[in-house]
């Protein structure tokens, strides 16, 4: 059964949900998304991936600063849709637009719920070191990804697996997820769950403090760290080059063996001691620079084995 659907989500982990959806013979009636955000040097606004996507599509695309006015409520009624599939749209929906598609609003949100409800759940899965991700279809309401659950696919986190690995393998999953529950939407066939009440956590934005590393702390932490925050925001380390403290962002890394004071460079590696164990720095950037591999890096700098970074 062909629905009617408002499509509504921003980044690029919504295009492949909106693109199946499309595909699978559903009339996407209307795109809602961020508006365009200012990017570059010359401050171009640079719309949405969501928008670009609707856009080759021939989808009206609205861009709202507020869903809470009238003239809100009033353009999504006009829309008359069976369904409302949001995808990281990043605005709250009042409960009167809620309330709006006849047959509600479903949410893919990219956890196993009620694990990491919330903005960032990509990357609080791998910070904490979880072995498990997934995608969920939840029916929405008012609170914060509290809804009840329709469909549910999981997908192992391998130990070096980064949360931009992990999305390009939830983003398809979800899409997949979506159109599926779609299907058994429209013939009636979709059956909800309330989340249980164990096991709820959030997922908040990762503040900019979160993102320096502590060598004081396990290397299991700070692989995770790193692998958690890769490719952005990306963890960061403070290393003195002779000019005083610049960032270096670390981008990737692996557990590695050797004990020293946490924060001792080990070797020409780029190997550096934590607090249990160390990490091998696998891939570096620094301001303005190219990624490259840690060795690379030290190349080009006067530390050796056992300075402090």
């Known amino acids: 059964m062909s629905l009617r659907v408002i499509f509504m989500g921003t980044p690029d982990f919504a295009v492949p949900t909106l693109t199946e959806i499309i595909g699978q013979g559903h009339e996407v009636v209307s795109c809602y998304t961020r508006a365009p955000a ?3 040097r010359g401050l ?5 991936p969501v928008q670009r996507a609707a856009e080759r599509f021939g989808i009206p695309v609205f861009t709202p600063k507020t869903l809470k006015s009238e003239e809100a409520l009033e353009t999504i009624a006009s829309h008359q849709a069976d369904v409302a599939v949001v995808v990281a749209y990043g605005m709250i929906l009042p409960q009167a637009i809620l309330d709006l598609p006849e ?3 479903l949410n893919l949100h990219a956890s196993l719920l009620p694990r990491w409800r919330g903005a960032a759940p990509l ?3 791998v910070m904490a070191g979880d072995a498990e991700s997934g995608v969920c279809v939840m029916k929405m309401e008012a609170g914060l990804d509290t809804g009840p659950v329709g469909m549910v696919e999981s997908l192992m986190i391998g130990p070096d697996m980064t ?3 992990l999305h390009d393998r939830l983003a398809p999953l979800g899409a997949d997820l979506m159109v599926r529950a779609l299907a058994a939407l429209g013939r009636g066939g979709l059956r909800f769950t309330p989340q249980p009440e164990e096991g709820v956590s959030y997922a908040a934005k990762i503040g900019n403090a979160e993102a320096k590393l502590n060598w004081a702390r396990p290397a299991k932490q700070v692989h995770d760290l790193v692998r958690g925050l890769s490719p952005f925001p990306g963890a960061f380390a403070e290393i003195d080059l002779g000019k005083g403290p610049e960032r270096l962002k670390i981008l990737r890394t692996a ?3 050797g004990a020293a004071e946490p924060g001792t ?3 020409g590696e780029g190997t550096v001691a934590c607090a249990e164990g160390a990490v091998k720095l696998l891939q570096v950037q620094r301001a ?3 990624p490259v591999t840690g060795a690379e890096f030290l190349r080009g700098t006067k530390l050796t084995a056992g300075a402090k970074l």
Not at 44 to 48: E, G, I, R
């Open 38 to 40: 200012q990017a570059g």
């Open 265 to 267: 460079l080990l070797d």
């Open 163 to 165: 949360a931009g690995e």
């Open 255 to 257: 557990l590695a063996g």
């Open 44 to 48: 171009d606004l640079k719309p949405s």
């Open 123 to 125: 990357q609080r899965a």
């Open 288 to 290: 303005g620079g190219r």
């Open 103 to 105: 047959l509600g609003c």
